[in-house]
């Protein structure tokens, strides 16, 4: 055996005994002392943990907008973010080995001479008076307390009073250093430390002090961060004492002067300095966005909905969660604040923030799913409302997106998209005749209101689009007897199928039930009885805009872990689920409602003529109207851009909009879509073959 390895033997052993017997003089009866001491001789040396080669810190993940720099929000259990060495100024590591181990760069992770000292003044005066824990000991401490893989009981254990407890923690120091350099150690020792007012790791309390890096911190600012690790809780000088925070850093700049780390002038001159703090604090969860932008948290509330849903985070919902708030994830979201400034600017000039209507809207990029903006006319917050005002204006509802207690909106004449779709897919031309009628008898059971002789038997809503028409003017026109007509010919269940592939979810159990067990006799679907959100139908336009590529909503545009590694959770899933020719067709009809002219020069007039000439481009889309004017849509689409508005009372369905609100949607979804396309280049849409503009043929499915 060499004198090398007799050395570090000896020095295991006798750390080990003195440890136990530092703590046991004071903690334990005398008869017990050596028992514990020289017991914990013999036990097994264990090798060192992986929690401590790489210790699982928690960190706060930070939601950016689009432009990968404007902070939305955080999310974190504890306000980490850990930060190399070469983040941190000289003087922070230099005060931090002043405060807590002036020696740290003379042991190798216990320090004998402290042990003895501790063991002395604590055996004359019968109390603990004296500690010997080095920086390296303490680091363990703070790991193997905090490591989320260990069960409580083993946290506790890393805690206790008790010799068995020191022991470990000196040799878990020693085995630590012989792996670890010296800044390894105190780097990582400054990631985990806490520094008080909820501030984890250098990082987040230089923010939340000063409101700065920890790469920017002064002499005075680094001894006072040094000296609040010893008693974060009670010596915080934002929510403690400031007097004791002052008083720990003039005894830390000493230790830094005795140290030789710094001259005593400049430490006299730090301690001069008054204490400037700039307190700051890192925002948490969406509900803790700055009230200037309250507008993002609609959106915000969906990326985490979205998060939640994620396989990649975590097999559980638990488990999803804890990564997002532990796991320092650095998030760029699809946000982007001009679109959504202008979204929510012109949400609000149709109704305000206390109205009982509102306007949830949204808008989707086609050929990514990625949504830039989610706006509705309410404040987002748990704040308490005015009498008879249930969820006005504050509400954490998801209006937009839908989920929770939100099911939808009726969305009208916009749901005659999935009969087009399915109409053309199954063979029948753009150019299908039909001389459709005031009113339709059809051949779905129906009973109560709308019923001729138990079948539903719907009508136009003005005698003025009677007469013969095509799937362009029909479009145009919202003829609703035409599409009752072409959805008994295609198949009811074949237009609620188009829409289910487009992304519509059925969130109503009783839509959701027809969908599942009665789509076949589902004939009103075409008039869009059922409930729906901006978000779905946005997204479902946006697929024909992007000839029939479907893209899952996307909140994000990268995600990186706290390695630095990209997640592919953040990468558009994307499929083909129309056949490009098909979604051709549909956009050249969509042009008509919206006043543009398809390609085939076949509208006859449209719903929202005004909006082709408000917006300046090639555009397509169409309104909707529910029942009774309860509900009112406008969608409009360019091959970049893809806007859905819907105007309801999200409280009470019966309490009907009305149908003048449109005349305030088209002029305010045309200067959405304006300013949201800015300088992009106009794109017009690919024409649709001739073929399926004017023939008969097989089904279209694209194989």
Not at 219 to 234: D, Q
Not at 390 to 408: D, E, F, I, S
Not at 432 to 452: K, V
Request: hydrophobic share 40%.
């Amino acid at each position: 055996m060499t004198r090398a390895h007799l050395d570090k033997l000896m020095t295991v052993l006798l750390a080990g005994v003195l440890a136990g017997l530092v703590l046991a003089a004071a903690a334990l009866p005398a008869a017990l002392v050596f028992g514990v001491g020289f017991s914990a001789l013999v036990a097994p040396y264990s090798e060192l943990p992986n929690t401590l080669r790489m210790p699982p810190t928690a960190q706060r993940s930070t939601l950016y907008a689009s432009d990968g720099t404007t902070l939305v929000t955080s999310f974190y259990q504890e306000d980490r973010m850990d930060v190399p060495l070469s983040g941190v100024a000289p003087v922070m590591r230099q005060a931090v080995v002043a405060a807590e181990d002036v020696r740290f760069h003379q042991h190798s992770g216990v320090d004998m001479r402290g042990v003895i000292r501790a063991f002395v003044v604590n055996r004359s005066g019968g109390t603990v008076r004296q500690g010997a824990s080095t920086l390296t000991m303490q680091y363990v401490r703070n790991v193997l307390s905090t490591d989320p893989r260990l069960t409580e009981r083993q946290r506790r254990a890393a805690t206790e009073v008790s010799a068995g407890r020191k022991i470990q923690e000196m040799r878990y120091a020693l085995a630590l250093e012989r792996e670890l350099s010296k800044d390894e150690i105190i780097i990582r020792y400054l990631n985990i430390a806490y520094f008080g007012a909820g501030a984890y790791g250098v990082a987040a309390a230089s923010k939340r002090y000063f409101a700065k890096s920890p790469a920017d911190l002064t002499l005075a600012e680094a001894a006072l961060l040094a000296g609040l690790v010893r008693s974060p809780h009670t010596d915080d000088p934002i929510n403690g004492d400031a007097a004791a925070a002052l008083r720990r850093r003039a005894y830390v700049l000493d230790q830094m002067v005795e140290s030789g780390q710094v001259t005593a002038a400049d430490a006299a001159d730090a301690k001069a300095t008054p204490l400037a703090l700039r307190p700051s604090e890192t925002p948490n969860d969406c509900a803790a966005i700055p009230a200037a932008h309250n507008d993002w948290s609609f959106f915000c509330d969906w990326f985490t909905r979205w998060w939640n849903s994620q396989e990649a985070f975590g097999k559980t919902l638990d488990e999803r969660q804890l990564a997002l708030r532990r796991g320092g994830y650095s998030i760029v979201a699809s946000l982007d604040p001009a679109v959504q400034r202008a979204a929510t600017e012109q949400v609000r000039r149709v109704y305000s923030t206390d109205d009982p209507y509102a306007m949830p809207t949204a808008v989707v990029q086609p050929g990514t799913g990625r949504v830039l903006a989610l706006a509705v006319n309410r404040d987002y917050g748990v704040a308490a409302n005015p009498a008879g005002q249930k969820n006005r204006p504050n509400t954490v509802n998801q209006l937009v997106a839908g989920g929770g207690a939100v099911q939808g909106y009726q969305a009208g004449s916009t749901f005659k998209l999935f009969t087009l779709l399915a109409a053309l897919e199954s063979g029948l031309p753009l150019d299908t005749e039909y001389d459709a009628p005031d009113r339709i008898r059809t051949d779905y059971p129906i009973s109560g209101e709308g019923s001729c002789g138990g079948y539903w038997c719907p009508r136009n809503a003005s005698l003025s689009v009677d007469g013969r028409h095509t799937m362009w003017s029909a479009f145009g026109q919202s003829v609703n007897t035409y599409f009752v007509w072409l959805i008994e010919r295609v198949g009811a269940d074949r237009a609620v199928e188009m829409a289910e592939r487009l992304g519509i979810v059925f969130r109503a159990e009783s839509d959701a039930r027809l969908a599942r067990h009665g789509a076949r006799e589902w004939g009103p679907f075409t008039l869009g009885v059922s409930a729906t959100t901006p978000l779905d139908l946005a997204n479902a336009y946006a697929t024909v805009a992007a000839e029939g590529t479907w893209c899952a909503p996307l909140p994000v545009v990268s995600i990186t872990d706290a390695a630095g590694r990209p997640v592919d959770a953040a990468q558009p899933d994307c499929r083909q689920v129309v056949d490009p020719d098909v979604a051709r067709a549909a956009a050249d009809a969509a042009r008509c409602p919206v006043g543009d002219r398809s390609m085939y020069r076949r509208c006859k007039g449209g719903t929202a003529e005004s909006l082709r000439e408000r917006l300046g481009r090639p555009v397509a889309g169409k309104t909707g109207s529910s029942e009774g004017y309860g509900t009112e849509t406008v969608v409009a689409v360019t091959p970049q851009l893809a806007v859905a508005a819907m105007a309801t009372n999200p409280d009470d369905p019966q309490d009907a909009v009305g149908h003048s609100v449109q005349s305030k949607m088209v002029p305010a979804v045309a200067e959405l879509m304006s300013l949201a396309l800015g300088e992009q280049p106009v794109r017009d849409f690919v024409p649709p073959s001739e073929a399926i503009a004017y023939d008969v043929t097989r089904a279209r499915t694209g194989d």
